[in-house]
């Protein structure tokens, strides 16, 4: 049994939603952008590799990314990227590509050619793009270019992945008439739309959102030097951390006004039982070991990424929690329901699967087996139980370079040896 350090000042890498966002913009702009903070790992990394490869000059520097912008849309040259495991980065250059003249081949490692794309590759093809399936239909490997005209407005759903959703509305500044997008009744993650529209207000977008509609007006980016945030995400293992095994973190320069929906993630944990607040440093939690540790029920669909943070933390909670409100995330990296819920039973914990969530009832845990199924998510929440449960084994922890490649050396931080 291991107990946490004290009052922590823990730095997490910045967003790689934020800074994937802002890739896009600076790649589209005008003029020279800055991007500091940019987020290390696989995902940011394939991003800047394809825009390399699409002709944008991109030069980093450790954390620093200064980005030429002027990406010409009129070069008929025909191109090969590369995502890797990115669904994100997948989908961005998708629509981006979908601006060019020439075709680009969008492709990426297996399972990402497994995850869905066929709203996104629908409504780019109703647009107005030229949308190619090289293999199965609505997956990658995809050719797209620019189609003959363009539509001003589109009628979405957004129940499936806000990324769809934010990829028409970043290459919407550069359609004739900018676009229109009426969303569904059922908006997930819209925290993640919002976060597009910040962004893109800050490289000189106007857009805008309201209820089920999103309007952008034609125009373009500007370069801009841009600050990416920490990220909300990542910032939910050391919180999740404090939760199970009791302590003191801050996470450093993260606050309750992030562009960033997973922020919301220490106010669960508060309703947990945990002491959160904002200090001038950033946000922070606080908790004894001895106070007790309650289960809640929670529609997590705007913060869907920390499913399985909070399904971990429920485990040692005194009572159940119900976690509902993301079916969808079946098809993210792993299914981020069955496959947790598989591997957190090995360890003997009580959690059934529901249509939309888990239900998890606290049990007494045992040493065990973890596989990752190519999820960093997975791979890092679990690393959380290896603190307080002796004999857990993390397969696969090298994922965990897809966001944040240093996890397991910032986990020695986190904890007393």
Not at 21 to 50: F, H, K, Q, W, Y
Not at 163 to 179: D, E, N, R, V
Not at 245 to 270: C, H, M, P, W, Y
Request: hydrophobic share 40%.
């Amino acid at each position: 049994m291991t107990s946490r350090r004290d009052g922590q000042l823990i730095s997490v890498p910045g967003s790689k939603s934020i800074a994937n966002r802002a890739l896009i913009c600076a790649a589209l702009a005008n003029s020279e952008s800055v991007i500091s903070n940019c987020a290390p790992g696989d995902d940011t990394e394939a991003m800047i590799a394809a825009l390399r490869i699409l002709g944008v000059g991109v030069e980093r520097d450790g954390a620093s990314v200064k980005v030429a912008g002027r990406l010409d849309l009129e070069n008929v040259d025909e191109v090969r990227v590369d995502a890797k495991l990115a669904g994100t980065t997948s989908r961005f250059l998708t629509a981006l590509c979908s601006l060019r003249a020439g075709s680009s081949v969008i492709d990426g490692q297996e399972p990402l050619r497994k995850r869905p794309m066929l709203e996104l590759h629908s409504a780019l093809r109703s647009l107005g793009a030229k949308i190619e399936h090289l293999g199965d239909d609505g997956c990658l490997p995809v050719k797209v270019s620019r189609g003959r005209g363009w539509q001003a407005k589109i009628s979405s759903g957004a129940n499936i992945s806000s990324q769809f959703t934010s990829a028409l509305m970043m290459i919407a500044p550069y359609l004739p008439s900018g676009l229109e997008i009426v969303l569904g009744d059922e908006i997930v993650s819209r925290g993640y739309i919002e976060m597009t529209v910040g962004v893109m207000r800050a490289f000189g977008a106007q857009a805008d959102f309201s209820e089920n509609q999103i309007w952008v007006s034609p125009g373009e980016y500007r370069g801009a030097t841009y600050g990416v945030e920490p990220d909300a995400s990542a910032a939910s293992y050391p919180l999740g951390a404090v939760a199970i095994s009791g302590g003191s973190v801050t996470i450093k320069n993260l606050s309750r006004n992030s562009l960033q929906g997973d922020v919301e993630f220490i106010d669960l944990l508060a309703r947990m039982g945990c002491k959160v607040a904002e200090v001038a440093e950033g946000l922070q939690i606080q908790r004894e070991k001895t106070e007790a540790l309650r289960g809640v029920r929670v529609d997590m669909s705007q913060i869907s990424d920390c499913v399985p943070t909070l399904a971990v933390v429920a485990m040692f909670a005194d009572s159940p929690t119900e976690i509902s409100g993301v079916g969808f995330i079946r098809s993210k990296e792993s299914d981020r329901i069955g496959d947790l819920a598989g591997e957190l039973r090995k360890l003997g914990a009580n959690i059934v699967e529901t249509r939309d969530g888990l239900l998890i009832d606290p049990a007494p845990l045992h040493a065990a087996n973890l596989e990752t199924h190519h999820d960093h998510r997975l791979a890092m929440a679990f690393a959380l139980i290896q603190h307080e449960v002796h004999g857990v084994v993390v397969r696969g922890p090298e994922v965990v370079s897809k966001s944040w490649p240093d996890y397991f050396g910032a986990l020695k931080t986190f904890y007393k040896s």
